[in-house]
């Protein structure tokens, strides 16, 4: 079956040949899109976080053919540049494994959330594990990219 979709603005097609694909192993294997990283491929890690139509989903659990004619972001297409750079000046890139998914997770809730509290940002990354980290520094990331996007606006 050939799935049609938009991925980071470019319309991409894929022959899947099993209904059941995942549209992490797509993006990664058939399409070479590998921002997404494939870690308990069970929806536990957050570490495959990609936006389906601007909602954050874990990539391993939904099936490729269900993303015909939707709009698919990796961390390529969701993340604005000061997130990125707030991840990196605030420390908050350890191993990296996580580290695109919890970009996802963040660029989404400061999207609907310009200025989260601590307890609003716990919240928007408690389906992404970290074992490096400790979260804090990227609670102090997404503080930084909020503050950074704010002075952004007019």
Do not use: W
């Not at 990331?141 to 503050?147: I, L, M, Q």
């Amino acid at each position: 079956m050939r799935v049609t979709m938009r991925v980071d603005g470019a319309e991409v097609a894929a022959d899947v040949d099993r209904p059941g694909e995942s549209l992490l192993s797509t993006l990664r294997d058939r399409l070479g899109l590998t921002g997404a990283k494939n870690a308990c491929e069970q929806g536990e890690c957050g570490s495959c976080t990609v936006l389906l139509d601007g909602d954050p989903v874990c990539a391993c659990l939904v099936a490729t053919a269900q993303c015909e004619g939707r709009e698919v972001q990796t961390v390529v297409g969701a993340v604005p540049r000061p997130v990125r750079d707030a991840f990196v000046q605030r420390g908050a890139v350890q191993c990296g494994f996580c580290t695109p998914g919890l970009l996802v997770a963040v660029a989404d809730l400061l999207r609907r959330e310009p200025d989260p509290a601590d307890a609003r940002i716990r919240e928007a990354l408690a389906g992404n594990l970290c074992r490096c980290t400790g979260y804090e520094k990227i609670i102090d990331a997404v503080h930084t990219a909020a503050a950074t996007m704010a002075g952004d606006r007019p």
